[in-house]
C-alpha cells in the first residue's frame, strides 16, 4: 500500500492561488489512479479531481472546472493540485487518495489510501 502526505496547504485571499502537493512512498506511484478530494466542516467529503496512471486522462468535479489543474510526475512519485481563482466555497480540508483498481473514481469507495489532509481556507 503506498503512504501520501499532502502538503501546501494555508490561507488566502478570495482570488488567490494555491498548489497543494501529495508525495507517495512505499508502493509504485504509478500503478495507482489518484485524486483529489475535499471535506468542509459538516459536509462530507466530496470529489474534486482524479487523474489515471500516466496522467493523460484527467476529470474534474463542475464546481472547480476551470479553476483546476491535477497533475502527477511519477519520476517524483508526486501528486498535484493547482488551484487558482479561489472562492471562499473552496475552504475545506483537501485529501489525496489512491486507487489500485478500475472503479468509480468519483467515489470514495474506490480509493485504497488516503493522506491525512491538508487545510486550504479561502476569506473574503
Known amino acids: 500500500q503506498v503512504q501520501l502526505v499532502e502538503s501546501g496547504g494555508g490561507l488566502v485571499q478570495a482570488g488567490g492561488s494555491l498548489r497543494l502537493s501529495c508525495a507517495a512512498s512505499?508502493?509504485?506511484?504509478?500503478?495507482?489512479?489518484m485524486g483529489w478530494f475535499r471535506q468542509a466542516p459538516g459536509r462530507e467529503r466530496e470529489f474534486v479531481a482524479t487523474?489515471?496512471?500516466?496522467?493523460?486522462?484527467?476529470y474534474y468535479a463542475d464546481s472547480v472546472k476551470g479553476r483546476v489543474t491535477i497533475s502527477r510526475d511519477n519520476a517524483k512519485n508526486t501528486l498535484y493540485l493547482q488551484m487558482n481563482s479561489l472562492k471562499p466555497e473552496d475552504t475545506a480540508v483537501y485529501y489525496c487518495?489512491?486507487?489500485?483498481?478500475?472503479?468509480?473514481?468519483?467515489?470514495?469507495?474506490?480509493?485504497?489510501?488516503w493522506g491525512q489532509g491538508t487545510q486550504v481556507t479561502v476569506s473574503s
Open positions: 512505499g508502493g509504485t506511484f504509478s500503478f495507482y489512479h
Open positions: 487523474i489515471n496512471w500516466s496522467g493523460s486522462s484527467t
Open positions: 487518495a489512491a486507487a489500485r483498481y478500475n472503479g468509480n473514481y468519483y467515489n470514495t469507495g474506490t480509493y485504497n489510501c
